[in-house]
C-alpha cells in the first residue's frame, strides 16, 4: 500500500528561526513528489520534485528529493508568522495510468511573533 | 477563471439526503481530481478524469459515491444517502496535463447530521 509519512506533525517556532520538514514515501511507479501549504483553504501549490539532488527554491522556501532514501525535506529559513500553516507532502503515484496523490498527513507550522 | 472554484462553500444535510458537490475547474485544464479531507488528516483520492472519461474512481468509498463530467469542464460530485462518516471537506483539483502539478479549490465542507 501507497504511504506517506510526514515529520514533524506539528511544530511550534519563533519569528526568524529556521525549520526543516520532512516526507518519507514507500510508493509503487513513483512520478514526483509535491509540497503544498494549506492554512484555511485550498492547498496551495509550492514545489513539484521529480530528479534527485536538485534544490527548488522560492524566497525563503526551498526543498530537495533523494529518491534512493525515499525523502525529501522542506526548508523554510528566516520563518514569519505568515508561515504559520499545515504543510503538505504528497507523492504522485502513477500506476494504471492515474495521476493520483498519495497525501501524508501533514505538518502544522506555527510561527510565533 | 483564475483558479478552480468549488459550491457550495459549506452544505449541512441530514442523515440520508442526497447533495451534490460542483466543482469548476481552472479553463483549459484536461484532468480533474476529487479528494476527500477528514479533520487532522491528508487529503485522500477518490476520483480522476481526464476530460470526460472517469479513468480511475479507485478511491470512491461507497456506491453511493458518484462522479461525472459530462462535458470535460465542470465535475460533480454526488453522495447518495448520506451518513454521519461522509462528513469532511471534498476538494476539488485540477491539472493543465497528465503529471502537472495539481491546483485545488477551495472545498466543499459537508456536515452530515
Known amino acids: 500500500e501507497d504511504k506517506v509519512v510526514q515529520s514533524p506533525l506539528s511544530l511550534v517556532v519563533h519569528e526568524g528561526d529556521t525549520v526543516t520538514l520532512n516526507c518519507s514515501y514507500e510508493?509503487?511507479?513513483?512520478?514526483?513528489l509535491l509540497w503544498y501549504k494549506q492554512e484555511k483553504k485550498a492547498p496551495t501549490f509550492l514545489f513539484m520534485l521529480t530528479s534527485s539532488g536538485i534544490e527548488k527554491k522560492s524566497g525563503r522556501l526551498s526543498s530537495i528529493l533523494d529518491k534512493k532514501e525515499l525523502f525529501s525535506i522542506l526548508n523554510i529559513t528566516a520563518t514569519q508568522t505568515g508561515d504559520s500553516a499545515i504543510y503538505l507532502c504528497a507523492v504522485e503515484a502513477g500506476q494504471g495510468g492515474s495521476e493520483k496523490l498519495v497525501f501524508g498527513k501533514g505538518t502544522k507550522l506555527t510561527v510565533n511573533p | 477563471g483564475a483558479g478552480v472554484s468549488q459550491s457550495p462553500r459549506y452544505k449541512v444535510a441530514k442523515r440520508g439526503q442526497d447533495v451534490a458537490l460542483r466543482c469548476d475547474p481552472i479553463s483549459g485544464h484536461v484532468s480533474l481530481f476529487w479528494y476527500q479531507q477528514a479533520l487532522g488528516q491528508g487529503p485522500e483520492f477518490l476520483t480522476y478524469?481526464?476530460?470526460?472519461?472517469?479513468?480511475?474512481k479507485s478511491g470512491l468509498p461507497s456506491d453511493r459515491f458518484f462522479a461525472e463530467r459530462p462535458e470535460g469542464s465542470v465535475s460533480t460530485l454526488k453522495i447518495q444517502r448520506t451518513q454521519q462518516e461522509d462528513s469532511a471537506v471534498y476538494l476539488c483539483?485540477?491539472?493543465?496535463?497528465?503529471?502537472?502539478?495539481?491546483?485545488f479549490g477551495p472545498g466543499t465542507r459537508l456536515t452530515v447530521t
Open positions: 483539483a485540477s491539472s493543465l496535463w497528465a503529471f502537472y502539478e495539481q491546483y
Open positions: 478524469f481526464q476530460n470526460e472519461a472517469q479513468l480511475d
Open positions: 510508493v509503487t511507479n513513483f512520478r514526483s
